[in-house]
């Protein structure tokens, strides 16, 4: 590869600045004079009616403008195909106060705004409601049946089964089957849902809104209020976490519209710790996963079964159980899915949906297997490598898990693994090393970005994209100052604005790929142009020269055989008397070429655990992952990416789980004191390997991304290695101490 | 969080003087609990006394050899105190092993004697809670009491006191020293907090209107022996599953006097003086460790998800003493 100024290089975020110092701005932190604020009430029934809501007591205090409820807020549109944005799943989606009915507990059922939020606060505290309650259903586990899952949004497509897998698990030498289950998981990021809208005289809105996409939002609040895109702006510059919970509206973005409208006045609505547990989740599964195999390892069936949960209006689907079809060579698979309708909030995406749950069902499983079979769980991953994904039929289009599980376990140490468990013992503490698989998809949506280099050497690009967190600023401003061979000072990248070039949701770990295909297309296209110019210049030593002769590099065009022949960008424009360029376009993925690959990540992950003998508490000392994610753009903020998916997996592992009482069907932990993710000092020494694949089929850039391969797997090596440490296996997550007494 | 009025108070009698004065006051000092509260609609107090600005932020040696702590020195203040450290480093690693270092710069020593119970259901205004709203029922005995008491519970209530620091004072048999409408008095730490009865809305003994002084603490520290061992869900910002507080005075291997308090499974810091009686004079051996242990679990009871913790909490016990006895052999 052709050296490179900054792709590849460890640069540090272009916004790190404005974050720490509070430059950086969120959607709840723009003021405006005379903004009133909204505060949701939430139903303190999972299932039932509203037989009564008495606002009185809250209208009368002073510096409340109103309350809405279901009795007299407008219901602006009829139709479900209304309210479905793009990341909408099959059903009806939910229709702020628009009825009496409960669906899911914590519901939003009134909107209280007033001049301040702490009136605002108090008023709603107000509002009295009485319920005809019934008796929610929320257990997944308590009946485990359900229908089978329809063909999804975003990629599920019902697995075909291949062979015979019901047969050839009856005929395998060695087999093994276990069932997994895992409860919800809420996404939590930091920064709390919230929404400003502010209206101008005219009454047009510009809506500063917590999402992964400003165009989704956009598109759901113009249909869902009869408003043309003029009217309705939505910016974000700035997204405190995502983790898959701003890929679709979040109600207080419809109330917080709804309010400006009916009152004529900015509103602000900002959802509570509490109500963020009232928004989609990554739902519990329960997972069956059979695996035969002869004596000498080969996997000869795999069947992975999985029961999900999903609201009682809304078919939500995620790719569980495909990745079994994938992840090795067998000839005999059958996959299915299952869905069950429960009285909770529809699930959504979050990090990684579907491989987080379903791979780690899969890896634990294969784990069990190795044991039964008497083999390093490494040797029976090796052994049934998958050459082909066998699922699609396809070549990958790279694959570099061989040589993740290769340098993983080298930098780990595995060789030197005493195979028996429970082998190791420093103290009170039993020592276990594991490991998992991970993989998830290499995608590239259309998207489009627009480029202008002005005379004074300035590049402003723009896409109407999101940074959540996962660097996208800093990746785009190094794309572009890498194609045009500028200083990444002189780069400016604008997001999150529905005036700019539209890009796709921010997820799916296709930003990159997509938004940064786009933006290099962008500033070929200057770059194009500026040659053409440099070719007219009096004396241009590019003369003879084809534009694939050329390259950009350090502010100067040049030839590639012949830097010294060379002009700079800037008094190129000026002496042609251009005083800007600008380009846009828009990036298609090259189907004709992708269609022929599956296109994926891989990671290898290992671990190390110390637990208590007698106590169960569980440390995970070491973690090492590495990651086959084709060409890293930024390997500083890609290892962050990694760094935080390790630790989520060890959150899934050990800590995290939105607890319901079914009795009430309520989340009970709804507070980030007692839903537990892992604090600094409950991770040690993570280290982060990656394994460069070159790929051009991917997309031109090369880079797969990197936003969920960090997490998949890591669950799985985690309870891996705690079995390998105690000889004792848990199959419901997390695994907390009690487990282990 | 309702509307409500705010003064605050120079003099420990003015202090009295006005919560007395109103319907529903409540003091408050570093606020870290009080206020959570509040915005959970939990407690509604009409009126609010800042009691900063008291005059009780000395540490101090008493004549009798012990040190008394200001009902409003920080929870850091006392931890990193140089005394504390030296004399009574039980107390200084209970102290730390609580909350986050944000929260313990904040919270005073006084305010964390009348922190509330973490019980789910107390917290969620959407569900009954005994404790909250008398006569409205307990939603945790047949729901989810991961976090609960297993010892001293009542069909009323099985809420936990979720203090760290209290289990060390009942260790170390602190005094709680309070001002009130009816002039000064002491209570024994193990006399301060209850068990919850029929009246779980009082977590402790105190009368209307009564304000925490000092906590003072005997000249006996234990600084020699001793172990706070919290079991928890992650390695920091957790409420114990179960802590347990020991302190040993040895003499070669045998023991003089030993101290063991529990947290994490009951209303109130869990002690059995006639338990720890069984170690006077013993050897210290993880046989005789074995002996406390059941005595201090005599008659629990597990409600389903915190039933683990009648496993758990011996076998913390004798942990936390074995690494007792090992820290220094005289």
């Given amino acids: ?741 | 969080m309702n509307s409500f009025t705010y003064t605050r108070a120079e003099t420990v009698d003015t202090a009295i003087g006005e919560i007395k004065a109103h319907h529903t006051a409540k003091f408050i000092a570093g606020g870290t609990n009080i206020l959570d509260l509040m915005k959970e609609n939990v407690e509604r107090p009409d009126h609010l006394v800042d009691i900063t600005r008291l005059p009780l932020k000395q540490i101090e040696t008493l004549p009798d050899g012990g040190l008394r702590l200001g009902a409003l020195v920080t929870n850091a203040d006392t931890a990193y105190h140089p005394e504390v450290q030296k004399r009574y480093p039980l107390l200084s690693k209970t102290i730390l092993a609580g909350a986050s270092a944000q929260l313990r710069n904040m919270a005073t020593d006084g305010g964390n004697l009348f922190q509330r119970t973490r019980c789910y259901y107390f917290y969620d205004t959407a569900t009954p809670c005994n404790k909250r709203e008398p006569g409205s029922g307990c939603s945790a005995i047949n729901g989810f009491n991961r976090i609960h008491a297993i010892l001293g519970t009542s069909e009323h209530c099985i809420a936990t006191h979720p203090s760290d620091m209290a289990v060390a004072l009942a260790a170390l048999e602190a005094t709680i020293r309070v001002s009130g409408p009816n002039g000064e008095r002491t209570l024994a730490m193990a006399d301060f907090h209850r068990l919850p009865g029929d009246k779980p809305q009082y977590d402790n003994n105190l009368e209307a209107g009564e304000i925490v002084t000092s906590i003072d603490l005997p000249a006996n520290g234990f600084a020699n022996n001793y172990n706070y061992l919290k079991l928890r869900d992650r390695s920091s910002y957790a409420f114990a599953l179960v802590s347990v507080a020991a302190a040993l005075e040895l003499e070669g291997d045998t023991i003089r006097e030993a101290r063991v308090a529990l947290g994490g499974v009951a209303h109130m810091p869990w002690r059995k003086p006639e338990a720890e009686a069984l170690l006077k004079g013993q050897k210290a051996t993880k046989e005789n460790f074995r002996k406390v242990a059941e005595a201090l679990l005599e008659g629990a009871k597990g409600f389903g998800a915190n039933t683990f913790k009648i496993e758990l909490a011996p076998r913390a016990i004798v942990r936390a003493l074995v690494m007792a006895t090992e820290m220094k052999k005289k």
Wanted: glycine content about 8%; proline content about 4%; charged content about 25%.
């Fill in chain 1, 1 to 741: 590869m052709a050296a490179t100024t900054y792709v590849g290089k460890p640069i540090s975020r272009v916004d790190g600045r404005a974050k720490v110092t509070g430059e950086a701005k969120y959607a709840g932190e723009f003021n405006t004079a005379g903004l009133v604020y909204g505060y949701v009430v939430s139903s303190a029934i999972t299932k039932g009616k509203i037989t009564k809501i008495d606002t009185s007591q809250a209208l009368s205090i002073p510096g409340v403008l109103q309350v809405f409820t279901h009795e007299n807020a407008p219901r602006p549109a009829h139709f479900d195909r209304s309210f479905k944005d793009d990341d909408a799943v099959a059903g009806a989606p939910l229709k702020p106060l628009y009825s009496p009915e409960i669906g899911f507990s914590m519901q939003p059922i009134a909107l209280v705004v007033a001049d301040t939020f702490e009136i605002a606060r108090y008023a709603a505290s107000l509002v009295e409601v009485e319920y005809k309650a019934e008796k929610p259903e929320t257990d997944l586990t308590s009946k485990p049946k359900g229908h089978k899952a329809p063909k999804g949004k975003s990629g599920f497509t019902p697995p075909k089964d291949r062979g015979n897998a019901k047969k050839a698990f009856e005929m395998a030498d060695v087999q093994f089957e276990a069932e997994y289950v895992h409860m919800p998981e809420h996404h939590n990021a930091l920064e709390m849902f919230s929404s400003t809208v502010l209206m101008d005289e005219e009454g047009k809105l510009k809506i500063y809104d917590k999402t992964q996409s400003a165009f989704n939002s956009q598109k759901y609040i113009t249909q869902v209020f009869g408003l043309s895109k003029d009217e309705a702006r939505v910016v974000s510059p700035f997204v405190g976490g995502g983790f898959g919970s701003g890929l679709r509206p979040q109600y207080q973005l419809y109330l917080a519209v709804m309010a400006a409208l009916e009152l004529k006045r900015s509103v602000r609505v900002t959802l509570t710790r509490q109500q963020m547990f009232s928004l989609g989740h990554r739902p519990a599964t329960l997972q069956t996963v059979s695996l035969g195999a002869s004596e000498a390892g080969a996997l000869q069936a795999i069947k992975h079964e999985a029961l999900s949960e999903t609201s009682r209006g809304e078919e939500y689907t995620e790719v569980i159980v495909n990745w079994s079809g994938s992840l090795y060579q067998c000839d005999n698979v059958k996959l299915d899915y299952y869905l069950r309708n429960l009285d909770v909030s529809t699930p959504m995406d979050m990090r990684a949906p579907g491989a987080a749950t379903g791979v780690l069902a899969t890896e634990t499983a294969m784990d069990e297997l190795s044991y039964k079979l008497g083999m390093d769980p490494l040797e029976l991953r090796l052994l049934n490598y998958a050459e082909v994904n066998q699922l699609e039929g396809k070549p990958f289009s790279s694959k570099a898990l061989r040589e993740c599980y290769a340098q993983g376990a080298e930098r780990f140490g595995w060789s030197r693994r005493n195979p028996v468990p429970r082998s190791t013992r420093e103290g009170t503490k039993l020592i276990g090393w594991g490991m998992a698989t991970g993989i998830w998809d290499a995608q590239q949506k259309k998207a489009a970005a627009k480029a202008n280099l002005s005379v004074d050497g300035k590049l402003v690009v723009a896409s109407g994209t999101a940074d959540i967190g996962t660097g996208t600023y800093t990746a785009m401003s190094i794309i572009a100052a890498e194609t045009l061979g500028l200083p990444i000072e002189a780069v400016t990248f604008k997001l999150g604005d529905t005036t700019l070039p539209e890009a796709p949701l921010e997820g799916g770990s296709w930003t990159v790929s997509s938004v940064g295909t786009a933006v290099q297309e962008a500033c070929e296209a200057i770059g194009k142009k500026l040659f053409k110019l440099a070719k007219k210049l009096k004396d241009s030593p590019l003369k003879k020269a084809a534009f694939e002769d050329i390259a950009f590099a350090d502010g100067r065009i040049q030839l590639k055989g012949n830097p010294s022949a060379s002009v700079s960008i800037i008094e190129t424009m000026r002496q042609t008397g251009i005083n800007y360029i600008e380009e846009e376009t828009t990036a298609l993925p090259n189907f004709l070429k992708q269609m022929k690959y599956s296109r994926n990540t891989h990671s290898a992950v290992f671990v190390e655990v110390e637990v208590d003998e007698d106590l169960g508490q569980i440390c995970v000392r070491r973690v090492v992952s590495a990651i086959a994610g084709g060409r890293v753009i930024n390997p500083k903020t890609a290892r962050s990416q990694i760094l935080g998916g390790i630790v989520w997996g060890i959150s899934m592992a050990l800590h995290e789980e939105s607890v319901l009482d079914h009795d009430f069907g309520r989340i009970m932990n709804h507070n980030l004191s007692e839903y537990h993710v892992p604090v600094n000092a409950d991770i040690h020494d993570l280290e982060v390997i990656f394994v460069e694949e070159h790929d051009k089929i991917v997309n031109p850039l090369g880079a797969k991304g990197l936003g969920e391969i960090g997490l998949v797997g890591v669950a799985a090596a985690v309870g891996n290695a705690i079995y390998h440490a105690t000889g004792k296996r848990v199959r419901d997550f997390p695994i907390t101490l009690d487990k282990l007494l």
